[in-house]
Each structure stands twice: as C-alpha cells, then as structure tokens.
C-alpha cells in the first residue's frame, strides 16, 4: 500500500494512492476477514475526505454498533479522543485517561478502538505518552489517528502506523476571494526577507477579502428580503417584516462565517504545502502554488513552517471567540508573515 523511503530532514517520503472513504472501508474491512487488520492506522486527508466516517463505520462494522454511536461517543469499547482543551490541543491526561480505558477488558470479544480526531494537535508530551501504547498496543486494540496535517506528527508516531490517504469527496471551484488569497501568498513568498511591512499587506489583503464576502452576503440578502417585501407586503403585518430582518441579519451572519472559515481553509492548504515541501513530501493540496509554497520552504526550517500552522491554529480558535476579528488577524500575520 506504500512505498516509503528515507528522505533528508528526518521525515519519510512516502507515495501513496489516494482511496475514497468507500474504498478505504472496503479495504479494512477486507484485511479484517482475512485477519490482517493492523494494530494502529494513521488516515489522512483533506477537509471533507470523510475521515471521520470512515473510522465511525469501521469501528460500528467491528464492534456490532451504529456509526452514529461511535461518534456520539455510545458505542461500546470505542473511545473518542479530540481537541478539548483550552488551548484547543490533545493534553496528556487526554492520553492517559484513553490508557486507561484500553487497558480495561473489552466485553463480548469486541476490539478496544481508540479514534484520535486532529491527531497532529497533539502536545509534544501527549504524543510521547501515545507513543507507548502504539509500542506496546494493548491486546484486541485498534489504534486510528485521523489527521488534515499528518506531515506535523512525530515520525516517531508515523512510522508505528499504516497510513490511509483518503481523496477529497469532490473539488469545489475555488472562488474569486480563494484564488485572489493565493495570488497574495504566492507574491508574500516571492520576498526574500520577513518582516512588518509583509505582515501588513497579507493582513490588510486578508481584511479587503472579507470585507468584499460581507458586502456581497449583505447586498445579495438585501435584495432577497426586498424581492419579499415587494410580494408580501398586502398580505402580511409589519410584525412579519420584523421577523424575516432578524432572519436574514441571522443568515448574513452565518453564511460570512461559512465563507471565512472556507478562505482560511485556503490559507491553512497554502501553509500544509510548504510543510510538505520543507519535509520533501509531494504531495500537494494546491498544485499552481507549488513552485512559491517550495521557495518559502527552503528559506524556513520545518519548527519554524510548523510554529507558524500553529499560530494560525490559534488565529482559527479565537475567531470562533468573542475576540475582535480585525486584531486577531492581524496579530496572527504578524506571527506567521512577520
């Protein structure tokens, strides 16, 4: 399934093919009837690749369950560990307590199945803990890290599993602000030094984004509750008109963070490539940025791309917060393009 070698920087370059999360299920639950399931499988892929399905419905075809309940955390001897803290990391007491339950003695010949979800957000100290039980798996355990950014786990870690890429379920179009955010990145890259003055166009580029994706939402909202105003307004009360604003205000709101979350998503896939290209994997999610996410690469070394995805982590979090969007942007480019 892979073709992995030695490759310089300490990681490995591996090629592998990319299944559909079908395929994959297809494939697991195959190596299970032939009894060649291994211990701990490492399942990467990008946004909507449905990683998380596929461990939901292996561990529900394994453990006489529903995939519904593996995910709700009610399926029995499986056990779900993700992001949770503060911080939004996998702590070590995470580790422990998952540990502990493995250790337990499973109930009616089920396997003991541990889904660690965003496995890369791991704490160096988590990792070390996990490292142990993927070392010394305990018996009739499954082990699936599911990760976006797999190139940021310990090879210490990778190398203990089997990876799994899964394919993107189908490739949107990427729109006018996604590609105009690229072409800022790839002309950021094409700077040789780093510095403020760099921080501040990225942000200030970001920020002219956004605000075109809210004007647009608000001009295309306005004019849907215009168009029904227009046709209600003989038969309804002005309590109605009240009513479809908030609404409105209520979608304007949501469809912006939707298309935010999906701009950064961009950014996050821009900085992923220069990991992979720091640690020569070749795999890469934008191909037309590959030469500009390359350069980047060689001139940071693989703790400083990685310090730098975790800023933006943390930019992603407390945008979800109450904290002011313009600052939190702004200070997070000043940590990862300054």
Known sequence: ????????????EINLMAFSSDQALEYLERAQQQERLA????????????????????AAALNGSTPENVLQGRAPDVFLTEPASRSRRIVVDQIRGLERA?????????KKIAIIRDAERMQPQAANAFLKTLEEPPENSLLLLLSGLPEALPDTIVSRCLTLVLQAASEAEATAEENELLRLLCAAAEE?????????????????LLDSV??????EHAAALKTEEQRYRQTTDGAWLDEREEYYKALTESTYRERRSRLLETLF?????????????PRRSI?????ATAALAKRLRTTDVLKR?????EMRDQLNTTAQEALVIEVACLRVFG
């Open 1 to 12: 399934m892979a073709d992995s070698k030695p490759a310089p920087g300490g990681k490995s």
């Open 39 to 58: 211990h701990a499988y490492l399942i990467s892929g990008p946004p909507g690749s449905g990683k998380s399905a596929l461990a939901a419905n292996l």
């Open 102 to 110: 493995l250790q337990m003695r499973n109930s009616g010949g089920r």
């Open 192 to 208: 040789e030094s780093a510095g403020v003055a760099r921080a501040y166009r990225v942000s200030q580029g970001i920020h002219r």
């Open 214 to 219: 809210r004007d647009q939402i608000r001009s």
């Open 269 to 281: 896939l821009w900085w992923a490539d220069v990991l992979r290209a720091s640690v020569n994997v």
């Open 287 to 291: 191909e037309t940025c590959a030469g």
């Open 309 to 313: 995805i975790h800023r933006l982590e």
